[in-house]
């Protein structure tokens, strides 16, 4: 199995930029594709993005497409989430999962096995 921690969170303005990190240990981390999602207050848990096992193929729900980009280093076991342009409604709790699909690009929140903590995204207006 693998163990996920997300860093990078925090508070910025509206039009700012953040770069979430997830960091993996245990298994081998290219065994996995990776998704990030995300869960504001009252709200239920969504599919922000997704990246297969190479990094060759990502995928994005429709409202950050254009704004967010998902990248992973193998080599570190890291995988990102570049945040550009951020709105007000990006606030959110982040997280990053793993799927044992390597191939996986799955916005499907059963579709992945392992999860981290979470870290929080708060944009101002």
């Known amino acids: 199995q693998v163990q996920l921690v997300e860093s990078g969170g925090g508070l910025v303005q509206a039009g700012g930029s953040l770069r979430l990190s997830c960091a993996a240990s245990?298994?081998?981390?290219?065994?996995?594709?990776m998704g990030w999602f995300r869960q504001a207050p009252g709200k239920e848990r969504e599919f922000v993005g997704a990246i297969n096992w190479s990094g060759t193929n990502t995928y994005y729900r429709d409202s950050v497409k254009g704004r967010f980009t998902i990248s992973r280093d193998n080599a570190k076991n890291t995988m990102y989430l570049q945040m550009n342009s951020l709105k007000p409604e990006d606030t959110a709790m982040y997280y990053c999962?793993?799927?044992?699909?390597?191939?996986?690009?799955?916005?499907?929140?059963?579709?992945?096995?392992?999860w981290g903590q979470g870290t929080q995204v708060t944009v101002s207006s």
């Open positions: 245990g298994r081998t981390f290219s065994s996995y594709a």
């Open positions: 999962a793993a799927d044992e699909d390597p191939d996986g690009s799955s916005g499907l929140l059963y579709e992945y096995d392992y």
